[in-house]
């Protein structure tokens, strides 16, 4: 039975899933991840992962599910056979009807039931197939997703920081779909086409072992053809796919861009433009069209060839027992696995592409699987409780591509309660302390110490929980207003919610929001303006009550008056907290207790405003340059 | 989806009929094999003539020869059919976008229009395509394969209209249960990648939270609920092959039985119920064929109506009707007359147009009568929007002046400007350009006149030459690289391996936030504009460079509007308009303003500091060392407003360290 459904899109796919293999292997190669040690046995392996490993490790997937996949086989295979018993069935029961009065009864009717039953089977067993297939693919994808995902959340930030987020995201959906789809689907599809070329090779021998050849020699025929066919349109399919993407790029920057086309009165160039790709488009793809839609009729044609030969054969080996004596019904059996036998073949060549692009995707998402994770705790990591907030930093040295140092020698103490403004040029290094002490990233060399703790030998989730963070992108998530300023203490009552929104200037412009703290905000925040959000960050990080604070501030202006609230909301935030601030505002750097002068990676000066002023370096320098005006 | 072919179909409508008639050809050979395979059967086996069945076994071979040749024919013409209107259809969707406004534009989306040009299309093309060749051959198959058995023998055929509705209603039942889970399979797998997305962007704030148990939960669930919908679809398509096989294969059951009866009793041959139980298999599959076209029927009318939704929109933003047309030609003349001049010699060109008319866009023409821009009353909503995104604005600015638009995010300052090139048109009051309302002078005259810098610097892919000429395909280097120095590009682009001809990838990617506005700003000014709007086009370039830019523009001698966030942008200029949410709530010089507009003064002082905002009130709530900054802290907002609140400090302990310093955070 042919199912019209089966083969859609697997051409797309292939191309999809082509273009996206150029960085499979580099989730392994991450510097500044504490060296070799942090290898875990499958290490630096850059070879592409064999076939046979790959299917091992999807195995290990299905396992759990494996009454599936073996009842899907058995039934899958039962299908089969009782499918193929049918035709023949049928031409004995033509043969039992062969003329006037000469209609065998009582020989007809048992066997009618038996065709009644067997195809009762077949339908139950097909049923059957379906269901496991189905079942065990969309666990086996959760499982495999759920995995995936999970891995997301272990792997150094390096990882994340490295990788396209939309090449990471599609690992977790197109790719995982892919192998539900392509992998499994596909390779029971596969199963089956051999079953079905193997049945319909038993049942033809058993029955006539002339005629069997007559079939099989004429077969490959069909196939020769489909394959020619398969190959002239897939060639131009990639020319159309490449046409077709050039369209929507032209497409997407100019409508993306129709305020300044209608601005500029361009709209009859870009049309112009437009039409040429268009035009282009209408060649390849009219060609494209043509040469995939004679696969069909093609092969209909071979098929129908190989039909009338088979009938015409048939009809002489009944009249003359050359090659073979026959009988009618016979030749209908014949007829109907003619007609069957050459459909498998063509089924498989269009399996095994979708199954390659299967493995593809089951191979990256396996490398995303074999990603390092972060070291776990040691042992006897102690749990930081209660910290004082006294922070040292030890002659650090730190840099994310080996080779190119980007902290050195980097010491700094603050004790308890203090203010530490960062101030520099970009990319000086001033972002990059921050991922070392919330342990991001881990040093190269040197020691970061919180109450006197060496970071290394506290746990994890106790160092980052004495961490309050307000990054200049804020990160909302969807859900209500409260479930975000909830997000580090997910019991905290609305009153307490409530008190520290106040606290960060946020409650009066949450109270004015359609449902108050129950709005719901779509990803990142939406409706609300830079300034509200990060409004919600900051009463998010006094809900949380953390020891030391790390701000990064914005540094172009949003909303004049908001900014206003958000700086009022960072005092706030930074009463009794020792904090480090990236600080772009004058105020914050000159009431910070110590300015650390970052420049290429160390730090060149430190102290108060006026000392620095005084001393007439660097930071004066910079002063001078940036908030002094040249008018 | 008739609609859209009526409109569409029209230039290929003899493919659309050839391609039909040819694959007709080719069903009626198919419908024939079983025929002659019978007679083959019956009439050389009955006469042991191996020649007949070798004439029939070439009757057959020369109806596939042919059948192939006709449908190749069929294919052909449903590719050159569905392509050909696809390509027209795409065609005519992007040239409409293009005669669409803002309004209309926001409304749709600029995804959704993409989606429509590309994927919609599709949608309806690949309809085309099988229409012409299977909504013949299939229909055709069954209908004709029931024909031909009912010819054979009714009787048997009342078999068949049990079979075949039972088959189609089968699919019917399944199909229409399936097509909201689809949707509904679609939304779960976009959660999974929003969860995924949110956790990859939130990374650093989900670990310093230490909630990633708390994010690989609601991954967990989303992911249970993709399986769950996509288990429960499977379930229902499962029983559509199995069913379709035990309907097929039961009614060939009855038919042996049948069939049997009727050979005993001499009506029928065993050749015939043979080419029955043909028959039938034919009629079956093809039913199954029918209900796969029937779902890309759906689809594609689905699509077929988002297509027509953008083409029946008709733009709110037209040229005015022709009559209008002649009164404005001396206009033209004037504004091409300019628009030739290439190396700016503005001023002759200015009197050139003076001569031609004395309503023209033209720059000096009648400075005195005509002030170069002027609103009364203009007031704009978005459409669907509760509120006005502009209310009653009503200000004038004399030809060669500069107006400043100062007012926080949202307050509806690239409305204001939006509206004198026409990008949206206001709901009531009226905008006037040269004395003339912005909707009576012809649409691209009104456009070539000015020269607008979007807020988001936005380059196209192509070299810079070909961005710089948007305004004038034709302007010569000369112009551009004037244009280049004016706004403070020439240096960087002069520093280009391939100067004017270096690539542009697409969005401008390859510069620099700042070198792109600064090509923006070029960009506008290629082509001699005589307005020109900065909208915060400035926002990205350090402050030497934004104050030689300005420098440099104010020489052009042009009608200029600024749209800024800062004061230091504005303040210099003639007008300067304070907007809060939509409202003007100041109106006139800087010193004017600060003296009466309190929103603006707030403005000032959070970014300026002391001497450069001069109200007695201003310095009174500064702390005394902000006295000592210099005047503009560009880009920096300085001092902690002592404007809020002051924290209530009692209940938090106080550091050590604020005492060293003594009142950091204190009022003056």
Known sequence: MPNPYASVGSVA??????SGNDNLNDFNDLPGQGGPDSSNGRGASHRAMATGEVVRRVFGYVRPHLVLLVASFVASAATIVLQLYVPILIGRGIDLI?????????????????????????SVFQWLQGYCVNRLSYQTVRDLRVDAHEKLTRVPLAVIDRHAHGDLISRVTNDVDQVGDGLLQGLTQLFSGIVTIAGTLLFMFTT?????????????????????MAKFSNKSFTEQMRIQGQLSGYIEEYVGSQKLVDAFAYGDRACEGFSAINRALYTVGERAQFLSSLSNPGTRFINNIIYGLVAAIGCVGIITGFPAALTVGQVQIFLSYANQYTKPFNEITGVISQIQAAFASARRVFLLLDAPEDKPDAADAIELSAPRGEVEFDHVDFSYVPGRTLLQDICIHAEPGMRMALVGPTGCGKTTLINLLLRFYDVD????????????????????????????ESW???????ENIAYGNARATREQVEAAAAKAHADTFIRALPQGYDTVLSEGGGSLSQGQRQLLCIARVMLADPAILL???????????TELQVQAAFDELMQGRTSFVVAHRLSTIREADCILVMRDGRIVERGTHDELLAAGGFYAELYNSQFATAE | MFELLKQFAPPYRRCIVVGPLCKLVEVVFDLLTPLVIARMIDQGIATHRVDLVIHFGCVLAVMALVGFGFTLVCQKMAARASQGMGTDMRDALFFHINTLSHAEIDQFGTPSLITRITSDVNQVQLAVALGIRQLVRFPLLAVGSMVAALLIDIKLGLIFLVATPLIGGIFWVVMARCIPFFKQMQ?????????????????????????????????RIAADEQAGVAIAVGRLTSVLNPATLLIMDGAVCAILWAGGIQVDAGELTQGQVLAFVNYMTQTLLAIVYVANLVVVFTKASASAVRIREVLDRTTSITSPSVQGRAEQEGACAAVGAERSDVDGARTGAAAACAGASGSGITAGATPAAFPALRMDKATFAFAGASGNALQDVSLELPTGGTLGVIGGTGSGKSTLVNLIPRLYDVTSGRVEVFGRDVRAWPLEQLRRAIGMVPQQAQLLSGTVRSNLQWRRADASDDELWHALETAQAADFVRALPAGLDAPVESGGKNFSGGQRQRLTIARALVGNPQVLILDDSASALDFKTDAALRSAVEKLDLTTVIVSQRVSSVQDADLICVLHHGKVVGLGTHEHLLEDCAIYREIAVSQL??????GATVSSQLAGRVDSTPSQLDGWTAPNASAEPQPDTSNTPVPSHLDDEGGVSGNA
């Open chain 1, 98 to 122: 062969i003329g006037a009065g000469k209609v065998d009864f009582d020989a007809l009717a048992p066997l009618l039931v038996r065709l009644a039953a067997i195809v009762v089977a077949a």
């Open chain 1, 445 to 472: 060399k040197g020691e970061i110490r919180i109450d006197g703790h060496p970071l290394a030998e506290c746990t994890r989730d106790s160092l980052r929980r004495a961490f309050g963070m307000v990054l200049q």
């Open chain 1, 476 to 482: 909302l998530f969807e859900g209500t207003v409260h």
């Open chain 1, 208 to 228: 006539s072992v002339p005629m069997a050849f007559v079939v099989v020699l004429a077969t490959p025929l069909s196939m020769l053809a489909a394959g020619a």
């Open chain 2, 609 to 614: 500091g002391g001497s450069g905002a001069s």
């Open chain 2, 187 to 219: 939304q779960k797998l976009d959660r999974i990648a929003l969860v995924t997305r949110e956790g990859l962007s939130g990374a650093r704030v989900v670990r310093a939270f230490v909630r990633e148990d708390h994010e690989r939960e609601r991954f």
């Open chain 1, 551 to 561: 701000l990064d501030e914005a540094t172009s202006s949003i909303d004049t008056r």
């Open chain 1, 13 to 18: 796919t292939v191309t999809a899933n082509v």
